[in-house]
């Protein structure tokens, strides 16, 4: 019912930035929280930053001051605004959505992933 399509990572060197990108498609009445997750290699997977308004959100400690995350109602989508990036956050991310559909259902839906490298 809902489709999630990430975009923006790649290779970036230390202190270098990206900005990473993830729509929602498909039988949306609403998005109550978005979100952002990565795993490192050999790592747990972890909550890095998470939205529910522009006036509530949550970082991991380790991006505060760093990273910043946003959201698109109009365009059903959430962005990471990654600054200062260091090579511990070397990981995949993904996006990950709590979704009301139009079918009044709900859906913890989950982007593909998206390969961020910061190395020199």
């Known amino acids: 019912q809902v489709q999630l399509v990430e975009s923006g990572g790649g290779l970036v060197q230390p202190g270098g930035s990206l900005r990473l990108s993830c729509a929602a498609s498909g039988s949306i009445f609403s998005i109550n929280v978005m979100g952002w997750y990565r795993q490192a290699p050999g790592k747990e997977r972890e909550l890095v930053a998470q939205i529910i308004s522009a006036s509530s959100t949550n970082y991991a400690d380790s991006v505060k001051g760093r990273f910043t995350i946003s959201r698109d109602n109009a365009k059903n989508a959430v962005y990471l605004q990654m600054n200062s990036l260091k090579p511990e956050d070397t990981a995949v991310y993904y996006c990950?959505?709590?979704?009301?559909?139009?079918?009044?259902?709900?859906?913890?839906?989950w982007g593909q992933g998206t390969l961020v490298t910061v190395s020199s």
């Open positions: 990950n959505l709590f979704v009301r559909t139009a079918s009044s259902t709900y859906l913890d839906v």
